[in-house]
C-alpha cells in the first residue's frame, strides 16, 4: 500500500537502544512511499551505524550542525523545507528534555526548532525515566506546544524491568503516521461498530457460526479512528488485532452482541459490519450432545436483528448496514435499506467465500448506486469513511 506516496518524512534518531527499532521504521515508511531523510544524534550512531539507514533509505543520513551544510551551510534549515513531518524515533528523556526547553545545541534539535512542519514523537526509555517529575514535565510541555506523542507502551524493557516506556513498534508508529495525515472527518465523533461472525452455542462445546474474519468492520474502525472518530468495536470473535486508539468489547453470541451495543449507545453512528447469525439453537444442551442416532434435528429460533433495533430507537444513530450478497447484489442492498430505513447500505458482491483481504463494494444511499474502486479492505473501508461523512454531515 502506498499510504505515505509523495510524503517527505524527517526520521530523527536519537540514542537509545530502541533506535535499532528505527531502522525497521525507515523501511516500513519507504515501503508506504514516503521520501524519508534520517538525521541522527551523536548518540545515536553509537547504537547504529549511519550506514545502515543510508542503504535502507538511499538516502544520505546527518549528523553534524557544522559538517552537514549542504549548499549554502543550512542543513538544519533545508531538511525541513518541503518535509511532511519530522518523526523521532525513538526520542530519549535527555531529547524530550532539550526539545522542552528549545536547545538547538546538535542538528537534531537545532532543525527541530527551525521546522515550519508537524513533529510527533515516540518516547523510549526506562520505565522510572519515563515516570520522573522531571519527564512528565516536559512532556507536558511539548504537548501544550502542539508536538504529537506517539506512546510509549508498557512491556518488557531492555535493561530487563518492565513497564511504561517501551518505544511503539515500527509498524505501529508507520500506522500512526499514516493515521496522523488522514483527514479529520469524523472528528470527536462516537463511532459504534459490529465486526466478525457470532458463535451462537449448541452445547458447551459446539457453536452455529459462520466465516466472517472480521476484516472489514476492523479496517471500518481503524479508518474512523483515523478519521479523528470515539470508536466502539464490539466484535464476535477473531484472530485480529485491535486497532490502534479503539475500544474494544468482545462478545460471543447474537445476544451478547446486542447488550453490548445497546450498552454502549448513545453514538452519533453505528455502522453494522458483523456477520451476524440470524438464528440460534433455541435450547442449547447442557452438557455434551452424545452421538449415536443417524439424524439429529436442531430447533432454531430468531436472533434480534441489532441494527434494526438501533435505527428504530428514538435517539437513533445515522445508521449504515452491509449487504453481503453472492448475487442480485443492488436489489437485495437497496431493499435492505429501505426496509431498515438506512440512510447507506454498503453492498458487498461476495465471489471468492468470506475472509479475503480484497473486496468488491457498492455504495447505496437515497441517490442511488456507488460503486467503488476494486481494493484492499483498509483502502476501501477509508472510501466508506469518506462517504458517510459526507452523508452525515450534510444529514446532521
Ligand atoms: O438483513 P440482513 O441480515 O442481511 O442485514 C445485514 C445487516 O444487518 C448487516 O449490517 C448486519 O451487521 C446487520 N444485522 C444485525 N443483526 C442481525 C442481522 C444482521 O445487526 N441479527
Not at 85 to 97: N, R, S
Not at 321 to 340: H, P, T, V, W
Request: glycine fraction near 8%; hydrophobic fraction near 45%.
Amino acid at each position: 500500500m502506498n499510504d505515505l506516496q509523495g510524503r517527505r518524512i524527517v526520521l530523527g534518531v536519537s540514542g537509545g537502544i530502541a533506535a535499532y527499532k528505527a531502522c525497521e521504521l525507515a523501511r516500513l515508511m519507504g515501503k508506504a512511499g514516503a521520501l524519508v531523510d534520517v538525521v541522527m544524534t551523536e548518540g545515536a550512531t553509537r547504537f547504529v551505524a549511519p550506514l545502515t539507514f543510508q542503504a535502507l533509505t538511499g538516502r544520505p543520513v546527518h549528523v553534524s550542525l557544522w559538517q552537514d551544510g549542504g549548499d549554502n551551510g543550512m542543513a538544519h534549515i533545508d531538511l525541513t523545507r518541503g518535509a511532511d513531518a519530522v518523526l523521532i524515533a525513538p526520542a530519549t528523556a535527555d531529547f524530550l528534555a532539550r526539545l522542552a526547553q528549545g536547545r538547538a545545541d546538535d542538528l537534531l534539535t537545532a532543525l527541530c526548532l527551525a521546522r515550519d512542519c508537524p513533529l510527533l514523537v515516540a518516547p523510549a526509555m526506562n520505565r522510572q525515566m519515563w515516570a520522573n517529575p522531571a519527564t512528565q514535565r516536559n512532556v507536558a510541555q511539548l504537548r501544550s506546544d502542539g508536538v504529537v506523542m506517539l506512546g510509549p507502551a508498557s512491556g518488557e524493557q531492555a535493561c530487563g524491568e518492565t513497564g511504561e516506556g517501551r518505544m511503539l513498534e515500527a509498524v505501529e508508529l508507520c500506522d500512526a503516521l499514516i493515521a496522523f495525515f488522514q483527514p479529520k472527518r469524523l472528528s470527536g465523533r462516537r463511532v459504534l461498530l459490529t465486526a466478525g461472525p457470532t458463535c451462537e452455542p449448541l452445547d458447551p462445546v459446539r457453536v452455529l457460526t459462520n466465516l466472517s474474519s472480521g476484516k472489514m468492520g476492523y479496517a471500518l474502525a481503524r479508518a474512523c479512528a483515523e478519521a479523528g472518530a470515539n470508536v466502539t468495536l464490539v466484535s464476535g470473535p477473531v484472530c485480529l488485532p485491535t486497532p490502534a486508539d479503539v475500544r474494544r468489547i468482545d462478545v460471543r453470541s447474537a445476544l451478547e452482541m446486542r447488550d453490548a451495543v445497546i450498552a454502549a449507545l448513545p453514538a452519533d453512528i453505528f455502522i453494522a459490519v458483523a456477520a451476524v447469525a440470524d438464528y440460534r439453537p433455541a435450547a442449547p444442551a447442557a452438557h455434551k450432545i452424545k452421538k449415536g442416532a443417524a439424524t439429529l434435528t436442531l430447533e432454531l429460533t430468531a436472533n434480534p436483528d441489532i441494527l434494526a433495533e438501533v435505527a428504530a430507537r428514538p435517539d437513533a444513530p445515522f445508521c449504515v448496514g452491509f449487504a453481503a450478497e453472492s448475487e442480485n447484489l443492488a436489489a437485495y442492498a437497496e431493499s435492505k435499506r429501505r426496509a431498515k430505513r438506512l440512510p447507506l447500505v454498503v453492498g458487498n458482491l461476495v465471489q471468492d467465500g468470506l475472509g479475503g483481504d480484497a473486496n468488491l463494494i457498492t455504495l447505496f444511499d437515497a441517490t442511488g448506486a456507488h460503486p467503488l474502486p476494486p481494493g484492499d479492505k483498509l483502502t476501501l473501508a477509508r472510501a466508506i469513511v469518506r462517504h458517510l461523512a459526507e452523508l452525515y454531515h450534510a444529514h446532521d
